[in-house]
């Protein structure tokens, strides 16, 4: 078959599917604006396309964000005009409609059958606009009409779906009944053969100094350090934390930007505002255990995560990050916000520990529990990742249902919804 893959960021969800697809014989071609002239990568033929259009002037600001998404919907049909004039005519297309590149492309090929990523459908309601009411603003009652409006984009792509699928029940339960109907839960995978608990593993700080399993690690991981992802729940932990284990070496990774959620006052990072709040209640040689690592190679985030006796995950109501089921995979005792995403992860007890999501206190005993019961520890880490090993593995379980799924939507008519 000719695949056509959109994602902006290219492979994305796609670095697994893509290339087994194209090691299976099929032609697969990728939208992207990840690069800048044609290349091949893994078999898969990466063409380039470009956004001409800057967004309007005097736009409404609850609709900005649909008008990002129809400026870049315009700009990839443009492109796969031109891919079907120069003869290309995909019998898939896989994308991702998040920012809205898929919007017109039943419009270029009927006939294709369109697979989506359904990753999430913005709910407003008060569990999840209100819920970190710290950051609620004096807009908050507006915030849900806007949160509303930015399910535009969802809306324009229920008829061009043939076939979604969400990486957990969680983010499919977000969608109305007329979206789940069609939608597979398959996870992206994780590589359980090569993140693997590793008792000889080591991580070079940028101190000079060197952490082993010996050592005792906390880590936190997120993407960029920002509220959405309990950076500042953790940080006001700290102080209690480094005075209870004074051995423990804290291991932070994540960027300085915001990839979700409101971003912090000009000029500023949440990440600094939150070490100025609690830097003057930690003593210099607490503070000199914490180690901001920044964003580190996948070959050290995975020394990371073998070295880490105790990983800590927070997230509001939202997306589950691939970096909590690494860890998992890795045997961390993972300590979790008891929040929804969390639960469908994580079973109190068996897997990991669960502590609700602004109770600071109640994160430190957890952790605090784990160091002190290396018995505990180890049978939640196994057991953690044992439950990825069976749920989540790449190679045995999430891509064989992906394949599976292709070929789902390769026997069906066009414009057909599944059911």
């Known amino acids: 078959m000719k695949i056509l893959f959109i994602h902006q960021n290219f492979p994305g969800q796609y670095k697994h599917l893509a290339p087994a697809l194209a090691a299976a014989g099929h032609q697969c071609v990728a939208l992207t604006l990840r690069v800048k002239e044609p290349q091949t990568w893994r078999g898969v033929r990466l ?3 470009g956004i001409k259009r800057k967004q309007g002037a005097g ?36 994308g991702h409609p998040g920012w809205g590149e898929t919007m017109f492309l039943r419009d270029v090929w009927p006939d294709a059958r369109i697979g989506l990523y359904y990753e999430l459908y913005h709910l407003s309601g008060p569990e999840h606009v209100g819920f970190d009411a710290e950051f609620q603003t004096k807009a908050s ?10 399910n535009l984009n969802n809306q324009m792509h229920y008829k061009i779906g043939d076939l979604g699928i969400s990486p957990t029940e969680f983010q499919a339960g977000t ?3 007329e979206f789940r109907d069609k939608i597979s839960v398959i996870h992206d995978g994780i590589d359980t053969g090569h993140v693997v608990p ?6 070079q700080l940028p101190d000079g100094s060197t952490v082993t399993r010996d050592d005792e690690v906390i880590t936190f991981v997120n993407r960029n350090l920002e509220p959405y992802r309990g950076y500042h729940v953790f940080m006001r932990a700290l102080p209690r934390l480094l005075k209870e284990r004074p051995n423990a070496k804290v291991l932070i990774v994540g960027g300085d930007e915001v990839s979700y959620g409101s971003r912090p006052p000009k000029g500023q990072s949440w990440k600094q505002i939150f ?14 255990r914490v180690h901001f690592l920044g964003r580190i190679p996948y070959d050290k985030f995975v020394s990371l995560l073998q070295v880490s006796r105790v990983h800590v995950y927070l997230t509001y109501p939202f997306v589950l990050s691939w970096s909590l089921f690494e860890a998992m995979s890795a045997e961390a005792a993972i300590v979790a916000s008891d929040t929804a995403p969390l639960k469908e992860a994580i079973r109190h007890g068996e897997n990991g520990r669960l502590v609700d999501f602004f109770d600071g206190d109640a994160l430190v005993n957890e952790v605090c529990l784990l160091m002190e019961n290396a018995g505990m520890r180890e049978a939640l880490g196994q057991a953690a990742r044992q439950h990825v090993v069976e749920n989540y ?19 069906m008519s066009a414009g057909v919804v599944g059911d």
């Open 47 to 49: 063409l380039p396309y």
């Open 59 to 94: 736009i409404h600001p609850w609709v900005l964000d649909f008008d990002t998404k129809v400026i870049r919907a315009e700009a990839c049909f443009h492109a796969a005009c031109s891919l079907r004039d120069q003869g290309f005519s995909p019998d898939i297309i896989v």
């Open 141 to 150: 009652e507006t915030e849900k009409l806007r949160i509303r409006l930015k």
């Open 175 to 177: 969608f109305p009944p």
């Open 198 to 203: 590793n008792s000889e593993a080591s991580l």
């Open 275 to 288: 070490i100025d709040e609690v830097r003057g209640r930690i003593p210099t040689p607490n503070w000199d």
């Open 393 to 411: 593995d790449l190679q045995s379980v999430c891509l064989p249902r992906q394949m599976q799924w292709i070929d789902r939507l390769a026997q």
